[in-house]
Protein backbone atom coordinates (compact mmCIF):
# COMPACT_ATOMS: atom_id res chain seq x y z
CA UNK A 1 0.00 0.00 0.00
CA UNK A 2 1.03 3.87 -0.66
CA UNK A 3 -0.37 6.64 0.70
CA UNK A 4 -0.27 9.83 -1.25
CA UNK A 5 -1.22 13.39 0.77
CA UNK A 6 -0.92 16.78 -1.19
CA UNK A 7 -0.32 20.27 0.41
CA UNK A 8 0.42 23.67 -0.83
CA UNK A 9 -3.18 24.89 -2.27
CA UNK A 10 -5.08 27.67 -2.00
CA UNK A 11 -6.49 31.16 -3.41
CA UNK A 12 -4.40 32.78 -5.45
CA UNK A 13 -4.65 36.38 -7.69
CA UNK A 14 -4.28 35.99 -11.68
CA UNK A 15 -0.86 35.82 -12.96
CA UNK A 16 0.39 34.59 -9.71
CA UNK A 17 2.39 31.45 -8.83
CA UNK A 18 1.90 28.18 -6.05
CA UNK A 19 3.65 25.59 -5.72
CA UNK A 20 1.85 21.97 -4.57
CA UNK A 21 3.59 19.19 -2.28
CA UNK A 22 3.07 15.80 -2.93
CA UNK A 23 4.54 12.96 -0.03
CA UNK A 24 3.91 8.87 -0.64
CA UNK A 25 4.65 7.24 2.11
CA UNK A 26 4.05 3.24 2.82
CA UNK A 27 5.49 0.57 0.55
CA UNK A 28 7.70 3.53 -1.33
CA UNK A 29 10.21 1.23 -2.82
CA UNK A 30 8.45 0.24 -5.71
CA UNK A 31 7.30 3.56 -6.89
CA UNK A 32 7.73 4.89 -10.18
CA UNK A 33 5.91 7.67 -12.29
CA UNK A 34 4.28 10.29 -10.13
CA UNK A 35 1.97 13.40 -11.34
CA UNK A 36 -0.91 15.55 -10.80
CA UNK A 37 -4.09 16.14 -12.76
CA UNK A 38 -7.13 18.21 -11.75
CA UNK A 39 -10.50 18.70 -12.19
CA UNK A 40 -12.71 21.63 -12.44
CA UNK A 41 -16.40 21.72 -11.62
CA UNK A 42 -18.35 20.05 -14.14
CA UNK A 43 -15.30 18.83 -16.53
CA UNK A 44 -13.40 15.90 -16.65
CA UNK A 45 -10.21 15.19 -14.67
CA UNK A 46 -8.02 16.09 -16.76
CA UNK A 47 -3.72 15.43 -16.75
CA UNK A 48 -1.57 18.61 -15.69
CA UNK A 49 2.05 16.64 -15.09
CA UNK A 50 3.99 13.58 -14.75
CA UNK A 51 7.15 12.68 -13.82
CA UNK A 52 9.28 9.44 -14.57
CA UNK A 53 12.01 7.94 -11.44
CA UNK A 54 14.68 9.30 -13.86
CA UNK A 55 13.29 12.41 -14.02
CA UNK A 56 11.56 12.26 -18.01
CA UNK A 57 8.42 14.81 -17.69
CA UNK A 58 5.18 15.35 -19.56
CA UNK A 59 2.88 18.42 -19.45
CA UNK A 60 -0.99 18.83 -20.54
CA UNK A 61 -0.94 21.47 -22.86
CA UNK A 62 -2.96 23.99 -21.29
CA UNK A 63 -0.35 24.36 -18.77
CA UNK A 64 3.38 24.57 -20.86
CA UNK A 65 5.73 26.99 -20.21
CA UNK A 66 3.80 28.01 -16.86
CA UNK A 67 4.19 24.70 -14.77
CA UNK A 68 7.36 22.51 -13.81
CA UNK A 69 6.77 19.30 -12.39
CA UNK A 70 10.03 18.03 -9.72
CA UNK A 71 10.49 15.21 -7.79
CA UNK A 72 13.16 14.05 -4.89
CA UNK A 73 13.27 10.46 -5.45
CA UNK A 74 15.34 9.68 -1.67
CA UNK A 75 12.19 11.69 -0.06
CA UNK A 76 9.24 10.39 -2.39
CA UNK A 77 8.18 13.85 -2.68
CA UNK A 78 6.94 15.50 -6.15
CA UNK A 79 6.41 19.18 -6.61
CA UNK A 80 4.19 21.26 -9.12
CA UNK A 81 5.63 24.95 -9.62
CA UNK A 82 2.71 26.66 -10.57
CA UNK A 83 3.10 30.20 -12.41
CA UNK A 84 1.09 32.73 -14.58
CA UNK A 85 -1.92 31.10 -12.94
CA UNK A 86 -4.98 32.13 -14.71
CA UNK A 87 -8.63 31.52 -13.59
CA UNK A 88 -8.87 28.40 -15.62
CA UNK A 89 -6.54 26.88 -13.43
CA UNK A 90 -9.19 26.76 -10.60
CA UNK A 91 -9.56 23.36 -10.01
CA UNK A 92 -8.70 20.24 -7.35
CA UNK A 93 -5.43 19.37 -8.24
CA UNK A 94 -4.93 15.66 -7.44
CA UNK A 95 -1.35 13.90 -6.67
CA UNK A 96 -0.56 10.28 -7.57
CA UNK A 97 2.11 7.74 -7.39
CA UNK A 98 2.38 4.62 -9.57
CA UNK A 99 3.29 1.63 -7.64
CA UNK A 100 5.24 -1.21 -9.74
CA UNK A 101 5.30 -4.76 -7.76
CA UNK A 102 7.64 -7.54 -8.43
CA UNK A 103 6.26 -8.98 -11.11
CA UNK A 104 5.87 -5.65 -13.09
CA UNK A 105 2.58 -4.77 -12.65
CA UNK A 106 1.30 -0.78 -11.76
CA UNK A 107 -0.83 0.40 -9.51
CA UNK A 108 -1.74 4.43 -9.23
CA UNK A 109 -2.42 5.34 -5.99
CA UNK A 110 -4.24 8.46 -5.18
CA UNK A 111 -4.32 11.70 -2.57
CA UNK A 112 -7.35 13.34 -1.29
CA UNK A 113 -6.59 16.35 -3.70
CA UNK A 114 -6.39 20.05 -2.76
CA UNK A 115 -8.25 22.82 -3.92
CA UNK A 116 -6.54 25.61 -6.09
CA UNK A 117 -8.28 28.73 -6.90
CA UNK A 118 -7.32 31.47 -8.64
CA UNK A 119 -9.15 35.07 -8.81
CA UNK A 120 -9.33 37.51 -11.12
Known amino acids: QVQVAESGGGLVQVGGSLRLSCAASGSIFGIDAMGWYRQAPGKQRELVAV???????NYGDSVKGRFTISRDNAKNLVYLQMNSLKPEDTAVYYCYADHRDYVGSVTPYWGQGTQVTVSS
Open 51 to 57: IGRGGST
